[in-house]
Nanobody
């Protein structure tokens, strides 16, 4: 069974940084493109970063390009999201999943950007 456990969220001031982690199990992690998503209150879930299974090819929407960096460690079945220059509009619950999401979602981790 697919399990995704996100961690690392916190309250941070605008301009600050955070590093999120996602531990994955129950599937062949090294064969899957992975992605980070977020959902703010009252808004649809949106994709914020993606990474290929090998060679670390990454992709970002315009809203996070240049500020967020996704990486992975296939030996640890873990994907990371380094978030820099955080803005209040980055406030959301952050989730990881396959680039084509599995039906199972983790509990997410709350990121709040506020002074």
């Amino acid at each position: 069974q697919v399990q995704l456990v996100e961690s690392g969220g916190a309250l941070v001031q605008p301009g600050g940084s955070l590093r999120l982690s996602c531990a994955a199990s129950g599937f062949a992690f090294s064969r899957y493109s992975m992605a980070w998503f977020r959902q703010a209150p009252g808004k649809e879930r949106e994709w914020v970063a993606a990474i290929s299974p090998e060679f670390d090819v990454t992709e970002y929407p315009e809203s996070t390009k240049g500020r967020f960096t996704v990486s992975r460690n296939n030996a640890k079945n873990t994907v990371y999201l380094q978030m820099d220059s955080l803005r209040p509009e980055d406030t959301a619950v952050y989730y990881c999943n396959g680039y084509t999401p599995f039906s199972n979602w983790g509990q997410g981790t709350q990121v709040t950007v506020s002074s």
